[in-house]
């Protein structure tokens, strides 16, 4: 089974579960509204049970996850049933193969007429024998992030998926749907919110041969973030995260050697990759699931703060008031980046040289808050420690943003490490000898760029 259409009878199978358990509190035990949607998720749980013994269905930072499967579109039944298992204290439901319809139909009658909460995994078992139920049992969730790491990278790469297809499908003449764009783009917003760590930290991919679409999804990452960190409602954030994900969807119409030019462009040329913007307004007003806002601030994302930039707008316009957070995005991963004709600037060196920007090309504000949201140590820093180690910056510590998550990568003797140490600056623990360790200063990361790639590769699980 392909991934969309097993995501899709994940989603389906616990909505069901959700049907019955609120239906539960409407009808009858044996009312077809309480029994066909267990009837049918007992039905739905074999497809998966055919290469496992056993499935779990695990709470998580308030987000449900199936089988590694994050579920983050809850509708009402889903919701409720969410706030059943928490409540009771279930974090792990897991289902035995030799489960039985029975099984369930008694777990959902459990889960209505159980009025204790907060109880402990062990309470939640003695109390599940109890009511006959042989083949569902509940586990502590491990208090790690090994599945945020897990999930968001899954979701990067589904992201990066997406809008390859969506490119290609245009060079090929084809209008693709909207719809996987705006999946995606719900899906990054919610695991920032679930676990920003874990969702920013792979914005440091940064993959030359498929530069187009890892720039495209590091570009919604970013925007999202901002935009969560300016309130944006849910819906705005994702017309925010559409248009940033598909904002250089009209470099498709243009020639793939002017595009990968590595050298300055002509005059001529330049003004071909100036219709980009206009190209993508055309396409995304094509495709279905696309806001007209998200289309605008497409159209919008090379006009500049101070209303130069292109494509030429009347005296007066009124740009979208949105638009001014994808520059700002783009700007900072274009920065970051290493290209053929220019050499990547590390976070803080990128952030200085936006500040400048601000008022002219970019907007002040925005840049001001992605310089908040990013810390004072964004995350792909280098820095040395007061221990004179090496370390590489991978997520935000506590309350104190002078005191980040690192990874530990060069000892105080200049050797690589053989494996990364993984560090919270903000935890008072310190190093066997006692010290606590501190940062000192930025290093540039080009005296270490090989074994910060072998450390990112090994923190992020990619390698």
Known sequence: MERRAQELLITEMIRSLGASLKNRGLYPPSHPQVK???????KDLRVFFADRDELALAISDGTLVFEGYPIFNLTSPLEFFVGRLTRIGAPAVIFGKHLTLEDLEIFIRFLHETKEQGLSPREIQKLLVQAGIAHIRVKPIEENDQDDKAIANEIYTNAVSVVTSAMMDVRMGRIPSGAES???????????????DAMMALTLIKNFDEYTYTHSVNVAVMALAVADAMRLSAPDK??????????????TQLALDLIRKPSTLTV???????????????????????????????????????QSGYPPQSKGYQSHEHSNIIPVADCYDALTTMRSYQKARYPQQALEIMSKLAGKSLDPYVVSVISKTLGAYPVGTMVRLNTMEIALVVGQGGADEESPKVVVIVDR???????????????????????RRSILATVNPNLYSSVAAGALSATLELA
């Open 36 to 42: 066909s949607p267990v009837e049918k998720v007992f």
């Open 182 to 196: 705006e999946r995606v783009t719900r899906d990054i917003s919610s695991m920032l919110t679930r676990n920003r």
């Open 238 to 251: 994702i017309n925010v995260g559409v248009a940033g994900l598909l904002h250089d969807i009209g470099k």
């Open 268 to 306: 001529e040329e330049f003004e071909e990759i100036k219709k980009h913007p206009q190209e993508g307004f055309v396409l995304l007003g094509k495709m279905s699931h696309i806001r007209p806002d998200s289309a605008y601030i497409v159209l919008e994302h090379h006009l500049r703060f101070d």
């Open 413 to 435: 003797n200049g050797n690589p490490l053989p494996s990364p140490e993984h560090v919270d600056l903000s935890e008072p623990e310190g190093t066997d000898d006692g010290h």
